[in-house]
């Protein structure tokens, strides 16, 4: 086991009570008792549904080597194991993540945006870590305590740090980017997204701007040129303490320049300026969406100092996440059906750019081009606009069939031609069997909602009936 810090840095940075001996290494920090590993420090986090303090006596069953936990829970825990009292367990992994950030001489790179910020955030994983010991934030840790968990996890030797931060109010991203302190701030893009708790996108727009205000000073701050918010978000920038803007898009003055992009159904060819000089590449992953986050990639590697050619040429292999766009292939009688897996989250932008790659994804003899759609949300007010809009987009692109569900979705369905109607049910769990029975095969799926529409569910229903265990990713 690596020792990432010593149960007594732990204590001390924290300014915790100890209850018992503590180990001499602590090899990782978790608030997940299902991901624990043996000599993870357990952080019993107050969570929404949940308290971290009822599972404590599992963490230790699981192997943790010490256990963080508050004052008032701390006596009647004590016989668990070695206990970290202290008066929030929130608040002391955020002191620990401070402590991390102060120790480390790593170059770090912050990400937002309203689309794209975890493709983002991967791909700079994907092409940093082969120039340096890289850590990144796991899955979509980007909020107030996925940030500083990702933080304190940083081992004192990383190179490169990439972290995530997202929001969905004012103000969010203000204490999270003053806790990264990065020397480059991405912000991808503005769309409308979160508009529940926005009045337009302009304040969106601000928010996002926030992330400019914890730079480093002299730091690097990149924009998308070709959003319409561009100036906003420069203004943000210039007044932090950015000592530099990066652009990137297809605009003739970005500093990341689009020329050409050839996107394929499972790759792109891409050509770009990079700060004037002549670079060509491909990207692992087909979608123009992919193309553009992948300008603002080779922006922050340079400005982090890295090799942005060597990046590019990391691109080749990327491969989407699971939730995001990763495919598998999934055998169907005497063929099989190509399943797009981007039940992760979703909202305008992002459900567009699906329907575009969808449209691109070869079909077999008789196969169809099926959308599984559910409800975005935290759209507002706007909400039945945003999606009877998307008809237009299934449309252009040649979507034989929708499934739909959710209330909102219902306003997409309506606006639906009668042979473009494959189902529709009030939530995705009533969905399943009948798109299953649907599918033939040649078909491509793709599955895309909100998180809170809980589309993955129809994703793994579709992977054990149609292959169980026989599933192969897509290109193998």
Not at 397 to 420: Q, R, S, T, Y
């Amino acid at each position: 086991m690596s020792m990432l810090w010593t149960g007594g840095d732990i204590a001390a940075q924290m300014q915790a009570r100890a209850l018992g001996a503590l180990p001499a290494g602590i090899g990782g920090l978790s608030i997940d008792t299902r991901s624990l590993l043996p000599g993870d420090a357990f952080f019993a986090i107050q969570g929404e549904a949940r308290d971290g303090h009822d599972f404590v006596a599992n963490a230790f069953a699981a192997g943790a080597g010490l256990a963080v936990v508050d004052e008032a829970h701390a006596e009647a825990l004590r016989e668990c194991g070695p206990l970290l009292a202290v008066p929030d367990v929130l608040a002391g992994l955020i002191a620990l993540a401070r402590a991390s950030r102060r120790r480390s001489m790593a170059r770090i790179v912050a990400v937002t945006g309203s689309v794209g910020k975890t493709g983002t955030k991967e791909a700079l994983k994907h092409v940093l870590a082969r120039q340096g010991a890289t850590h990144a934030s796991v899955a979509s840790y980007n909020n107030h305590w996925g940030v500083p968990l990702t933080l304190a996890r940083m081992p004192a030797e990383t190179a490169y740090g990439i972290f995530e931060i997202g929001m969905n109010h004012s103000f969010e991203i203000l204490p999270l980017t003053a806790m990264v302190r990065p020397h480059v701030a991405v912000v991808t893009t503005v769309e409308p997204v979160h508009l529940a708790y926005f009045p337009d996108i302009a304040a969106i727009a601000d928010a996002k701007g926030e992330i400019f205000s914890g730079l480093m000073p002299g730091g690097t701050a990149i924009i998308n040129r070709d959003n319409p918010h561009f100036a906003r978000l420069a203004a943000h920038a210039a007044a932090s303490p950015a000592g530099r803007i990066v652009t990137f898009g297809a605009h003739e003055a970005a500093d990341i320049r689009l020329v050409s992009a050839g996107i394929g159904p499972e790759a792109s060819d891409v050509s770009v300026t990079l700060f004037g000089r002549p670079l060509a590449y491909r990207i692992g992953s087909p979608g123009r969406h992919t193309v553009m986050n992948s300008l603002a990639v080779l922006g922050a590697v340079a400005a982090l100092g890295g090799d942005a050619a060597e990046a590019a040429l990391s691109l080749a292999d990327l491969s989407p996440p699971e939730g995001r766009g990763a495919r598998v292939r999934l055998p169907l009688g005497a063929g099989e059906i190509t399943l797009i897996d981007e039940s992760y989250n979703a909202n305008p932008a992002s459900m567009r750019a699906a329907l575009a790659v969808l449209a691109g994804v070869p079909l077999g003899s008789a196969g169809r081009r099926i959308a599984v759609m559910g409800d975005m949300l935290e759209l507002g007010p706007e909400a039945a606009r945003h999606h009877s809009a998307l008809a237009d987009a299934v449309r252009e692109n040649g979507i034989d069939l929708v499934f739909a569900c959710g209330p909102e979705m219902k306003h997409l369905w309506d606006g639906l031609p009668a042979a473009g109607r494959g189902a529709y049910a009030s939530a995705s769990s009533e969905l399943g069997e009948t798109l299953v029975a649907a599918l033939r095969p040649g078909d491509a799926v793709m599955i895309k909602g909100s998180f809170g529409s809980r589309m993955g569910p129809l994703v793994t229903l579709l992977k054990q009936r149609l292959a169980g265990a026989t599933a192969q990713g897509a290109g193998q």
